[in-house]
């Protein structure tokens, strides 16, 4: 069905898969595209719940933009490259539905981007993060300087994209850029595990969650419609009594008894 992807729905979760292992994975125009069609299946199949990203083989998630695809381009022919890297990361970010990074490897460059532009990061023992961009004389183009700031804090986001540094799983969860590590084998079973628990909650309260705190992180004023991040939870809140879910869960809560959401 994709070029470059490997899909597969069980249970409700989308496991997108990009598959380049001869080049570890690395982003290709293709690619790109490809993410941007399986991300708007996200969007609009209703049978799919949330989706998980991760990369084929075991040695790599992404390990970075296709350089071999961008070593000869113009300095307008790049600037396309990174915002229509932006665009793609921006609309995994902004899915309504939870998109977890499954990190099986390398993440480095435009691979670590692409595991920041999901909602969190699980990854493997043998996962390895970083930012080598300025050993090309570049820097990161799809958001990285912005997330990993975000993620682990100006100066060690510095240090980080200054140096080259990779880091290794623990240093990882150490400084906030991954929330749990697993052996290789368990990972996207333990991926699946987190997704089940957030699949039993309200998909409309949990798509709010999202807008919310990307409204926190991200000031690009054209995301956030000029409105405030306190702004915004007011409404969401509001808009949430609006739901069935909403009644459903309180009323469960008054009887004693397990909500059982329906997703209107
Ligand atoms: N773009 C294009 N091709 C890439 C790539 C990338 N970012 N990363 C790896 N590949 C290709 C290699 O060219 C090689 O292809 P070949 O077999 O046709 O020569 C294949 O993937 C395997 O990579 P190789 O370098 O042989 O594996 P390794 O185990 O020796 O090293 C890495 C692994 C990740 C350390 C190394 O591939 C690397 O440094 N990659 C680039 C990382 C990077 O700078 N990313 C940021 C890009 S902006």
Do not use: W
Request: charged share 20%.
């Amino acid at each position: 069905m994709y070029a470059t992807l490997l899909t597969n729905l069980e249970n409700g979760i989308l496991t997108i898969t990009i598959n380049r292992p001869d080049k570890l994975n690395a982003l290709n125009k293709q690619v790109f595209d490809d993410i941007d069609t399986a991300m708007s299946e996200v969007y609009h199949n209703d049978d799919i719940k949330s989706a998980i990203i991760t990369g084929a083989g075991s040695k790599a998630f992404v390990a970075g933009a296709d350089i071999a695809e961008f070593a000869s381009f113009s300095k307008k022919e790049a600037v396309a490259l990174s915002k229509r890297g932006q665009d793609v990361f921006f609309k995994i970010e902004n899915s309504p539905k939870p998109v977890i990074a499954a990190v099986n490897g390398f993440a480095l460059g435009g691979g670590c981007e692409l595991a920041m532009a999901c909602h969190f990061r699980i990854c493997s023992e043998n996962a390895k993060f970083g930012q080598p961009e300025v050993n090309l004389g570049l820097i990161p183009g799809y958001g990285g300087t912005q997330r990993l700031t975000q993620l682990v804090g100006k100066g060690k986001s510095m240090e980080l994209q200054m140096t080259a540094q990779i880091i290794d799983a623990n240093e990882a969860l150490r400084v906030n850029l991954v929330n749990h590590i697993t052996t290789s084998e368990e990972l996207l079973k333990k991926t699946m595990e987190i997704l089940q628990t957030i699949q039993t909650k309200a998909p409309f309260a949990i798509s709010k969650i999202i807008d919310c705190i990307n409204t926190a992180v991200v000031s690009d004023s054209a995301y956030t419609n000029g409105k405030s991040g306190y702004e915004k939870e007011a409404d969401a809140f509001g808009d949430c009594f609006n739901t069935t879910d909403m009644k459903e869960g309180t009323t469960a809560f008054l009887e004693k008894r397990k909500a059982n959401f329906s997703g209107k």
